[in-house]
């Protein structure tokens, strides 16, 4: 009885820990947007990205900008995948071409 009590505290203790370790992706959208304001800076459109991408995913995805902060999002929720312009595309809901 006492081993199943321990298992169980050591096992709710686990859980709690690794989902205290998940990054909070919209906490840093929050955080970001403000200061890139600013900031004024045009460099935080990235352009030359938002410009080679459209070009990449323009038979599949209607491209909108996205800026540093966007950019930073997307790869914080998706820090397993590889990022290139078809996933960002999908992670920022970009309308699909029919």
């Known amino acids: 009885?006492?081993?199943t009590c321990i298992i169980c505290v050591i096992l709710i203790l686990g859980s709690v820990l690794i989902s205290g370790q998940t990054p909070d992706c919209r906490k840093l959208k929050d955080t970001c947007n403000p200061c890139?304001?600013?900031l004024n800076n045009p460099?935080?459109?990235?352009?030359?990205?938002?410009d080679g991408c459209r070009e990449k995913v323009r038979?599949?995805?209607i491209?909108?900008?996205q800026?540093?902060?966007d950019l930073q999002v997307i790869a914080c929720g998706a820090h397993k995948r590889?990022?290139?312009c078809l996933v960002i595309a999908e992670l920022?809901?970009?309308p699909r071409r029919t």
């Open 36 to 38: 890139i304001r600013r």
């Open 82 to 84: 590889k990022l290139d």
């Open 63 to 65: 491209w909108k900008n």
């Open 92 to 94: 920022a809901g970009m």
């Open 43 to 50: 460099i935080n459109n990235v352009e030359f990205m938002n």
């Open 59 to 61: 038979g599949r995805y």
């Open 67 to 69: 800026t540093r902060c």
């Open 1 to 3: 009885m006492q081993s």
